[in-house]
Every structure is written in C-alpha cells, then in structure tokens.
C-alpha cells in the first residue's frame, strides 16, 4: 500500500499529460472532422475521394501504426525532400534526423486519428437533418455555403455532443499506446514506476484504476448532456 502512496504523484502527472493529449487531439480532431465530414458530402467528385480516403486510412489502419509512421516516417520523408534539394538546387545539409520530438509527434498522431473517427460523426449528424431544412433555406435565398453554417450545422452540432464525448473517452484510453514513442502519459509513467520498483501487479493496478476514474466521471457527464439535450427536445 506504501508503494501505491509514494507512487501516486508521479502517475497523476502523467494522468495530466494524458487528458493534454486527450484534449489537444478531440480539439484538432474537431476542426479536422468538420472539415473531412462536410467534404464527404460535396459535390464534387475529387473532394469527397480525397475525403474519403482519409477517413478510410484512419479508420482502416492501427493507430500504433499511425504513430510510427509519423514518428519514424516523417523524419524520412524530410530527409528525402532534403536530398532532393540539394541535389536539384545545391543547398547546404539543414537537418538529419531520424525520428520527431515525442510530443509533436504524439499531437499529429493523434489528431488525425480522432479527425477520421469525427468526421463520421459530423457526416453522419449532417444527414441525420431533415433534408426539408436545407430546401427551406434555400428557397429564403441563402447559398448552400451559407444553409449549412446557419441553418444544418447549428442543429447538427447538438446531435454529435453525445458521440463526441465517446470519442473522448475512446481516445483517453488510446493514448497509452504513445508510450512506445516515450511520450510520458500515464502508461509510460507506470511502466518507469516498474523499472524501477519491480511491482507491475500494484503500479498497473493503480493506472488501471485511475484510467477508469477517469473514463467514468467523463462517460457520465455524457450521459448527463445527453439527457439534457433530450429533455430539450421533449420541450419544444
């Protein structure tokens, strides 16, 4: 138990970094679905492809890949395009590298990831309104530009609060795959802990526990905004 006590402190701090990278993803996730979701649903050909082969890679592949990749990966493709340069243009070395910082690199990961997932759901609470809506603000003479941001996304923005917030929890416990990279969120914390105690039973035990603190109080402020986004329905 003394264990666990002393502990306690170090595994909060990388509890903290873990709902930063939470937070700073689901945030760039948002912007980054918007944008992917809304591009599902256009007209054009070449932008609904392109936004859906993003999504398709994102969903469709591991995001223990996807860290690697952008870990390991980008550095490459850097040095390549460097290489390029100084033999096309003869320029001086500027870098050599073979991997990124943990934390940008556990940012992009991340973000992109959740963006693909969040995409989804924009898409899907887009469609989920009524396709009266869109005509009727059109026959008021608004652009289809100007429909979505005033009339769609507003209602459908409510819609997606309760599967946001699932998303969040989803990407909390993902994080800890960041550990491979020595980013120290809380799994990477335990796992020093580890190294240095040789007790994996009590330190995993108490990031796991911590991990569903964490995972509860958030599911049942979801469950919380849902019930009143519905009880404002019910009141119209």
Not at 8 to 14: K, N, Q, T, W, Y
Request: glycine share 6%.
């Amino acid at each position: 138990m003394q264990l666990i006590w002393d502990s306690l402190p170090i595994i909060l701090l990388g509890a903290r970094s873990t709902v930063s990278i939470t937070l700073i993803a689901v945030t760039l996730g948002c912007v980054i679905g918007l944008f992917a979701g809304i591009a599902r649903l256009a007209r054009n050909r070449a932008v609904r492809l392109l936004a859906t082969a993003y999504v398709d890679f994102f969903r469709g592949t591991p995001l223990l890949v996807q860290i690697f990749m952008v870990y390991f990966g980008l550095p490459q493709v850097a040095d390549s395009f460097q290489h390029y340069l100084m033999a096309t243009f003869s320029i001086p070395q500027i870098w050599q590298s073979t991997h990124i910082n943990p934390f940008p690199a556990a940012i992009i990961s991340t973000s992109l990831n959740s963006g693909a997932y969040i995409a989804e759901i924009f898409r899907a609470g887009v469609q989920s309104i009524e396709r009266g809506q869109m005509e009727a603000a059109r026959s008021l003479g608004m652009t289809h530009a100007q429909a979505m941001r005033f009339v769609i996304l507003p209602q459908a923005f409510k819609r997606v609060i309760p599967p946001l917030g699932n998303e969040f929890v989803a990407m909390l416990k993902d994080t800890s795959l960041l550990s491979v990279i020595g980013f120290e969120e809380m799994a990477r914390r335990g796992q020093m802990l580890i190294a240095l105690t040789y007790k994996p039973f009590q330190i995993w035990t108490t990031v796991a526990l911590i991990y569903l603190l964490m995972t509860f109080v958030i599911s049942r402020f979801v469950d919380y905004l849902e019930r009143r986004l519905k009880t404002g329905d019910d009141h119209r």
